[in-house]
């Protein structure tokens, strides 16, 4: 079976809502029926046809072929199989994802990853803030899988993170690692001010020392690692970094003792 791929006809009017594309919700859905599925969050109210030129039909292989920044919840809830977008996609990007792969080929918009559960989301180019973060009025962001950034992030990403790893390559805004709860966050390239601060449990591990930490953390020394050493072999095998990010005695901070407390910043002395 081919892929089943939605090629962008033109730059949307207004944006689009395409949680309704996964093999999940559209499983049941007569094929020829696709392009009458409504995804404009306006008056407008555009379906899929008047957006997307639709081809193909394997379910659990589905291509976005042509970008935008208003493409919002790109592969939101999906539990596996695969979805690429070739260019930019807006906000909250793989959103809930339970399993699978997703792959944005450029840019993503604000809440990339939010609420992840399980997969793999990997974005070739730059994510707006909040990766990984929750929405208003939700008490914990990501919560398992993989987030690989390949470019920059904005700011406080992983913000409330629970579980799981997010990697960003070039750096990240301020805040990073903001109110975490527990996982890794991995920044190379430099983190912004902050990084950790009210993070309850955790580790952030840099390529640097940071510009600023919150002075309510403490630093721990140059302990001898199997965490650093384990967790640098997995990045590695994994296909994210190509060198060891900490060494076998990163310098540590504990913290943030404004809070819990039990919360830790690693980077290279």
């Given at each position: 079976m081919k892929a089943l791929t939605f090629t962008l006809v033109a730059e949307p009017p207004e944006r689009l809502d395409l949680s309704l594309l996964t093999a999940e919700r559209l499983a049941g859905i007569e094929r020829r029926d696709f392009e009458k599925i409504r995804i404009g969050m306006s008056k407008h109210g555009s379906k899929v046809g008047d957006?997307?030129?639709?081809?193909?039909?394997?379910?659990?292989?589905?291509?976005?072929?042509?970008?935008?920044?208003?493409?919002?919840?790109?592969?939101?809830?999906?539990?596996?199989?695969?979805?690429?977008?070739v260019g930019d996609a807006g906000a909250q990007a793989g959103?809930?994802?339970?399993?699978?792969?997703?792959?944005?080929?450029?840019?993503?918009?604000?809440?990339?990853?939010?609420?992840?559960?399980?997969?793999?989301?990997?974005?070739?180019g730059n994510a707006g803030d909040h990766l990984g973060?929750?929405?208003?009025?939700?008490?914990?962001?990501?919560?398992?899988?993989?987030?690989?950034?390949?470019g920059k992030a904005g700011a406080f990403a992983a913000d409330r993170m629970?579980?799981?790893?997010?990697?960003?390559?070039?750096?990240?805004?301020?805040?990073?690692?903001?109110?975490?709860?527990?996982?890794?966050?991995?920044?190379?390239?430099?983190?912004?001010?902050?990084?950790?601060?009210?993070?309850?449990?955790?580790?952030?591990?840099?390529?640097?020392?940071?510009?600023s930490l919150s002075p309510s953390f403490v630093e721990c020394g140059a302990p001898e690692s199997v965490f650093a050493a384990l967790i640098d072999r997995h990045l590695i095998a994994e296909g994210i970094l190509k060198r060891p990010?900490?060494?076998?005695?990163?310098?540590?901070?504990?913290?943030?003792?404004?809070?819990?407390?039990?919360?830790?910043v690693l980077f290279p002395r």
């Amino acid at each position: 079976m081919k892929a089943l791929t939605f090629t962008l006809v033109a730059e949307p009017p207004e944006r689009l809502d395409l949680s309704l594309l996964t093999a999940e919700r559209l499983a049941g859905i007569e094929r020829r029926d696709f392009e009458k599925i409504r995804i404009g969050m306006s008056k407008h109210g555009s379906k899929v046809g008047d957006i997307f030129r639709v081809a193909g039909n394997n379910l659990l292989d589905v291509v976005f072929e042509g970008g935008s920044a208003r493409l919002d919840r790109v592969a939101e809830g999906m539990r596996g199989g695969s979805v690429r977008v070739v260019g930019d996609a807006g906000a909250q990007a793989g959103r809930a994802m339970r399993g699978g792969t997703l792959t944005i080929e450029g840019n993503a918009g604000p809440h990339a990853g939010s609420g992840m559960r399980g997969g793999r989301l990997e974005i070739t180019g730059n994510a707006g803030d909040h990766l990984g973060g929750p929405l208003a009025g939700e008490l914990a962001g990501m919560n398992g899988g993989v987030l690989i950034v390949r470019g920059k992030a904005g700011a406080f990403a992983a913000d409330r993170m629970r579980r799981g790893l997010i990697a960003v390559l070039k750096g990240s805004g301020d805040h990073p690692g903001s109110r975490m709860i527990a996982g890794t966050l991995v920044v190379a390239g430099g983190a912004g001010e902050m990084p950790g601060y009210l993070m309850r449990r955790g580790s952030i591990l840099l390529d640097r020392a940071p510009k600023s930490l919150s002075p309510s953390f403490v630093e721990c020394g140059a302990p001898e690692s199997v965490f650093a050493a384990l967790i640098d072999r997995h990045l590695i095998a994994e296909g994210i970094l190509k060198r060891p990010l900490l060494g076998n005695a990163p310098q540590r901070y504990g913290g943030d003792n404004a809070v819990l407390g039990m919360g830790e910043v690693l980077f290279p002395r």
